[in-house]
């Protein structure tokens, strides 16, 4: 299916890095396990722009499902936003760049917000497939 959304956490590419078996109701170990899982892969491939965002995705996936985040990965997290950030062509990929854009900035906040309180951040609703594709199909 591929990306339904802006948000790093929007693509098949994180979900296949989620190892939960409710990824809704992820627990603080399924979340964990992702993490490390998903960590390993981006350091075996660190040119991988797939595996960057998945590995962004996954961290923002465990903080808005209420999942305490260890530093190390908010941190590595926010370098690789970073990184997409200072990349231009990076956004030439996207249907819409400039929300893109958005979403990296408003990841860079969370991840921030976790930061400062003990690796966790506020949940918030994402947007689904079934949602986006309602979106889609009737233009609201």
């Not at 979340?31 to 892969?41: G, N, T």
């Not at 231009?88 to 991840?111: G, K, M, N, S, T």
């Amino acid at each position: 299916m591929g990306a339904w959304g802006e948000e790093s956490c929007s693509n098949d590419h994180c979900l296949d890095n989620l190892l939960a078996e409710d990824i809704g109701n992820i627990t603080q170990r399924e979340a964990e396990e992702s993490l490390a899982v998903s960590l390993e892969s981006l350091d075996n491939n660190p040119c991988d722009i797939y595996d960057a965002k998945a590995f962004l995705g996954v961290v923002i996936w465990c903080l808005d499902h209420g999942c305490q985040v260890a530093e190390n990965y908010l941190q590595r997290g926010i370098r690789v936003a970073e990184l997409m950030l200072s990349n231009p062509e990076y956004f030439d990929r996207w249907r819409d760049p400039a929300q893109r854009e958005r979403c990296l900035h408003d990841e860079v906040a969370i991840i921030q917000h976790a930061l400062a309180h003990d690796g966790k951040s506020d949940r918030r609703d994402i947007p689904g497939l079934m949602d986006k594709m309602d979106e889609m199909i009737t233009g609201e």
